[in-house]
């Protein structure tokens, strides 16, 4: 399953999760919780620290994110 690959997921155990996440989330509210991430227009500025794992594979490394080697494995 590729959601496996995607969260970094490996044993039988955090499969069984996974899948079990994966079948009980409503479609409908991911779908929209989905469109509002990817819409989102900010125009608040706030001081932060973006941490990201330069092996993440679900949401890609963004140049202005402090960078955590290997992390997202």
Not at 12 to 39: G, H, P, Y
Not at 40 to 67: F, M, Q, V
Request: glycine share 6%.
């Amino acid at each position: 399953m590729i959601a496996h690959w995607l969260f970094g997921v490996t044993n039988k155990e955090d499969k069984l999760l996974l899948n079990e996440i994966i079948r009980d989330t409503d479609r409908q509210f991911l779908k929209w919780a989905l469109q509002e991430i990817m819409q989102w227009n900010n125009s608040e500025l706030i001081p932060l620290l973006a941490l990201h794992g330069t092996k993440d594979r679900l949401i890609p490394c963004y140049k202005e994110a402090s960078k955590i080697k290997n992390g997202g494995t």
